[in-house]
């Protein structure tokens, strides 16, 4: 199936850096979805995107729905040892779902 | 409050056998969807439901069957016929007739088949 090139795949940082992520696709989006993922847990929604070009913070977070409606970034700013875990973004268009493969996250104290 | 249940949280079974997966939400939501998740790839659509007694295969849909009898519940059934079943299942659900309504998850149930 479809999947969007999510990037990196892993990233170690130190506690206070920024963090940036960001998922490309061939495809044309209405919306793009930005979720967290503890181990064994389910995905929580962090951003949500509607409109190409928009901007959108929560937080320390902050994402953009890319102008071409083919990509999007994530954002943390500050990060803290929370911060971990891993992060995916999905592209909706109409019922339908696309899910990046997830950016790892580690955040050293 | 508001959310998404998935039960049991972890479930083991022989070879050979079926097993179903509960889902219930109480947000009101009109879509349901079932995926499936494995290490390193992206969340793959089993089944959805946009509407009460009416599903759709996803791309993955062999060896699963659904039912979608009430608004609130979507269970799922992981047939013998499905050649690798252990994974992590994940329920999600949202506003199908409500615009910029996102897709919310539950807490998932990791089956092992063994």
């Known amino acids: 199936g479809q999947q969007l090139n999510q990037s990196p795949q892993s990233m170690f940082i130190q506690e206070g850096e920024d963090v940036s992520m960001n998922c490309t696709s061939s495809s044309i989006f209405n919306t793009w979805l930005w979720y967290k993922q503890d181990p064994g847990e389910g995905p929580v929604l962090l951003i949500a995107?509607?409109?190409?070009?928009e901007l959108t913070s929560n937080g320390r977070l902050t994402a953009q729905f890319g102008i071409t409606r083919k990509d999007s970034f994530l954002n943390i700013s500050a990060s803290i040892p929370s911060d971990v875990g891993i992060y995916f973004c999905a592209g909706q268009l109409y019922y339908k779902y696309i899910f990046g493969t997830g950016t790892r996250l580690k955040v050293l104290a | 409050d508001g959310g998404i249940t998935q039960s049991p949280k972890y479930l083991f079974r022989k070879e050979g056998q079926n097993v179903t997966l509960s889902c219930e939400q109480n947000l009101n939501h009109d879509a349901m969807y079932w995926y499936r998740q494995d290490p390193g790839q992206g969340l793959r659509l089993i089944y959805y439901s946009q509407i009460v007694n009416d599903f759709q295969k996803g791309d993955i849909a062999e060896g699963y069957s659904v039912s979608r009898e009430k608004k609130e519940s979507f269970p799922l059934t992981v047939t013998s016929a499905q050649k690798n079943p252990t994974a992590f299942y994940l329920c999600?659900?949202?506003?199908?007739?409500?615009?910029?309504?996102?897709?919310?998850f539950g807490n998932g149930t990791r089956l092992t088949v063994t």
């Open positions: 995107l509607y409109k190409a070009g």
């Open positions: 999600a659900s949202r506003h199908e007739w409500v615009e910029d309504s996102p897709l919310h």
